[in-house]
């Protein structure tokens, strides 16, 4: 059960867009298309952002975006606005019947 | 609208035992897969364990197994995590979570453990 790996920081300037990556294995991202992503603002409880590698919650800007390749899923938010910072958090099902989260990244609107 | 209240935590010594709760209203508990998720300060977030609607059926993190006990209770909404034996890395905040179709819909706002001496 070890962590997907996470970037521990990304940062971009407002309007432009940022990808953060998640790596896993064959027994978890690559083996399921269970992949989801969480906005954690800092004293608060985390938010669903994406589901299903790429889908959106109801009512979700479609700023906020998921893919996958292989074992690597990712995020990308285009045209980012100062309350975008947050850290987020990647996660996946996996093989054993558990779920995974990955480290986190800090993600800086300069 | 779901919402999902935590209580229970505290401040427990090693080795001691504590029971979270989790009230759940805006929604039929029965109906949903429960989770608990956890923070410890300043670090990430670590899934912990999961329980089936019928409560038949659970999984635990190879951290927690054998230690926590995840039930719940559908006729009156709520959701526990039964921790014995608790260890100083278990000091976190705690998250309910409600479930669909593996993704975690709805956080509560968690509830504070802290195991020291």
């Known amino acids: 059960q070890s962590a997907l790996t996470q970037p521990a920081s990304v940062s971009g300037s407002p309007g432009q867009s940022i990808t953060i990556s998640c790596t896993g294995t064959?027994?978890?991202?690559?083996?399921?298309?269970?992949v989801s992503w969480y906005q954690q603002h800092p004293g608060k409880a985390p938010k669903l952002m994406i589901y299903e590698v790429s889908k959106r919650p109801s009512g979700l800007s479609n700023r906020f975006s998921g893919s996958k390749s292989g074992n690597t899923a990712s995020l990308t938010i285009s045209g980012l606005q100062p309350e975008d910072e947050a850290d987020y958090y990647c996660?996946?099902?996996?093989?054993?019947?558990?779920?995974?989260f990955g480290g986190g990244t800090k993600l800086t609107v300069l | 609208e779901d919402l999902l209240v935590e209580s229970g935590g505290g401040l427990v010594q090693p080795g001691g035992s504590l029971r979270l709760s989790c009230a759940a209203s805006g929604f039929t508990l029965s109906g949903y897969w429960m989770h608990w998720v956890r923070q410890a300060p300043g670090k990430g977030l670590v899934w912990v364990s999961r329980i089936n609607s019928d409560g038949s059926s659970t999984t635990y993190a190879d951290s927690v197994k054998g230690r926590f006990t995840i039930s719940r209770d559908n006729s009156k909404n709520t959701l526990y995590l039964q921790m014995n034996s608790l260890r100083d890395e278990d000091t976190a905040v705690y998250y309910c979570l409600k479930s669909g179709n593996y993704r975690f819909d709805s956080w509560g706002q968690g509830t504070l453990v802290t195991v020291s001496s």
């Open positions: 996660n996946s099902f996996t093989s054993t019947n558990t779920w995974v």
């Open positions: 064959s027994r978890d991202v690559g083996a399921y298309n269970y």
